[in-house]
């Protein structure tokens, strides 16, 4: 069955360091993979998507991640961090895209929080 | 352009009692999702719409819960009877596209359920 791993339930960095959350998938075909945020008492937001083509995806707020198809990672990364950043991250992966349905299946999250 | 609306936004009730969900999506889009997001785990997708038809209610819980999405627009999702697990935030999303699109899934802000 289709899964997302994401290791890291809770990460801390300085306003103006660099981030990398990680994401692994299990995923038999060729994957549809996303990012999203989710603010509290916000709804998930949509920060970038992979479908085909160039590995390298750069998404809205300065965030970009990498597939990887020979580690099964898509991890976000962004270069220096915002305290409007704080906020918790979902990885996702796409079933039945292009095809029958379109569910996404989500990993459980990664809280980030950023210090001053 | 409007957002995903839900409502209520918070429900507290008792087990076993009965409790109903809104979600009006973003005008014309065709397809409709409720997602249950458990606290610490990311959404997991119960029913899929596609205009008024269910194009996935695989992981839908169809002893108590049930969905419909009268006329292709609005939708409501009912608890009936509500368990103690059932405690989560439910997550409306649309996408414009038919089921099977790659069209990207905008969420509302969920409603927060609490059962005692």
């Known amino acids: 069955a289709q899964s997302v791993t994401q290791p890291d339930i809770h990460i801390t960095v300085s306003e103006g360091a660099s981030l990398e959350l990680r994401c692994n998938y299990s995923?038999?075909?060729?994957?549809?993979l996303f990012w999203y945020v989710q603010s509290p008492g916000q709804g998930l937001q949509l920060l970038l998507k992979?479908?085909?083509?160039?590995?390298l995806v750069q998404g809205i707020k300065g965030f970009e991640a990498e597939f990887k198809r020979s580690q099964s990672s898509f991890n976000l990364r962004k270069p220096s961090v915002h305290w409007s950043d704080a906020a918790e991250y979902f990885c996702?992966?796409?079933?039945?895209?292009?095809?029958?349905?379109?569910?996404?299946?989500f990993g459980t999250g990664t809280l980030l929080a950023v210090q001053p | 352009e409007a957002g995903v609306a839900q409502s209520p936004r918070y429900k507290i009730i008792e087990k076993r009692q009965s409790v109903a969900f809104w979600c009006n999506p973003i005008s014309g889009h065709a397809t409709l999702y409720w997602y249950q997001q458990i606290l610490g785990q990311g959404p997991k997708l119960l029913i899929q719409?596609?205009?008024?038809?269910?194009?996935?209610d695989s992981q839908l819980p169809k002893d108590r819960f049930s969905a419909e999405r009268l006329k292709g627009v609005d939708s409501t999702l009912k608890i009936q009877p509500a368990k103690l697990e059932d405690s989560a935030v439910y997550l409306c999303?649309?996408?414009?596209?038919?089921?099977?699109?790659?069209?990207?899934?905008?969420f509302g802000p969920g409603t927060r359920l609490t059962v005692l």
């Open positions: 995923y038999g075909a060729t994957p549809y």
């Open positions: 996702a992966v796409g079933e039945g895209y292009g095809g029958a349905t379109n569910k996404l299946i």
């Open positions: 992979y479908f085909s083509g160039d590995t």
């Open positions: 999303a649309s996408s414009s596209g038919l089921a099977g699109s790659t069209d990207t899934q905008y």
């Open positions: 719409f596609q205009n008024n038809g269910v194009v996935d």
